[in-house]
């Protein structure tokens, strides 16, 4: 199994950016599919984006679409988000989750594709 630790959240600005880290132990990070999702308070966890395996694959939610970049470094067990253009409503807790796939081009996007899950890391965007 794997373990996943996020890092990176805080207070941002409207229009800013952060970047959020997800770090894995345990098994080989390149076994994994990987994918972002967030909750929002008083709201349900929703998808973000995911990344395949290998990297060459990704998906993102219309809205964080040509805002939001997912990436990973299979060499340093670790993936990240990128989000720029930030607006009040990305305000959530972020986890980062993963799933073994035996493709290396396969990502999921639907929340009960993950068996495992980081802590989350709340993102606040403030006007």
């Known amino acids: 199994q794997v373990q996943l630790v996020e890092s990176g959240g805080g207070l941002a600005q409207v229009g800013g950016s952060l970047r959020l880290s997800c770090a894995s132990s345990?098994?080989?990070?390149?076994?994994?599919?990987v994918a972002w999702f967030r909750q929002a308070q008083g709201k349900e966890r929703e998808f973000v984006a995911a990344i395949s395996r290998n990297t060459g694959t990704t998906n993102y939610a219309n809205a964080v679409k040509g805002r939001f970049t997912i990436s990973r470094n299979n060499a340093q067990n670790t993936a990240y988000l990128q989000m720029n253009s930030l607006k009040p409503e990305d305000t959530a807790v972020y986890y980062c989750?993963?799933?073994?796939?035996?493709?290396?081009?396969?990502?999921?996007?639907?929340?009960?594709?993950?068996?495992?899950w980081g802590q989350g890391t709340q993102v606040t965007v403030s006007s």
């Open positions: 989750a993963a799933q073994l796939a035996g493709s290396i081009r396969v990502y999921y996007t639907e929340e009960s594709s993950y068996r495992y």
């Open positions: 345990g098994r080989t990070f390149s076994d994994y599919a």
